[in-house]
Nanobody, 119 residues
Framework: QVQLVESGGGLVQAGGSLRLSCAASGRTFSSYVMGWFRQAPGKEREFVALITRSGDNTGYADSVKGRFTISRDNAKNTVYLQMNSLKPEDTAVYSC????????????WGQGTQVTVSS
């Protein structure tokens, strides 16, 4: 079991940057694959990015490739999402999640942080 708390959301102009953080409690943080998801009003939640336990591999949705970077610092029990060249369509509630590397679902979720990109 792990508890996740996101921070770093806010209002930014199109073309700007923002870095989200997800702080995890528990001494087994490094045992989890970590991911970022987002959900806009009236739309379903969508995958954004993931990072493996050691941070040696990452994966991204096509919509954010080249603009977003996921990273983690296991010593700080924190995962980050660096968002550059933001677009209005990036506006959503961003949530971090954790799962076993052997699982197909994401059982642990943070409460989310709002990102709003203005034009």
């Amino acid at each position: 079991q792990v508890q996740l708390v996101e921070s770093g959301g806010g209002l930014v102009q199109a073309g700007g940057s923002l870095r989200l953080s997800c702080a995890a409690s528990g001494r087994t943080f490094s045992s989890y694959v970590m991911g970022w998801f987002r959900q806009a009003p009236g739309k379903e939640r969508e995958f954004v990015a993931l990072i493996t336990r050691s941070g040696d591999n990452t994966g991204y949705a096509d919509s954010v490739k080249g603009r977003f970077t996921i990273s983690r610092d296991n010593a700080k029990n924190t995962v980050y999402l660096q968002m550059n060249s933001l677009k209005p369509e990036d506006t959503a509630v961003y949530s971090c999640a954790a799962k076993s590397p052997f699982g197909s679902t994401w059982p642990e979720w943070g409460q989310g942080t709002q990102v709003t990109v203005s034009s």
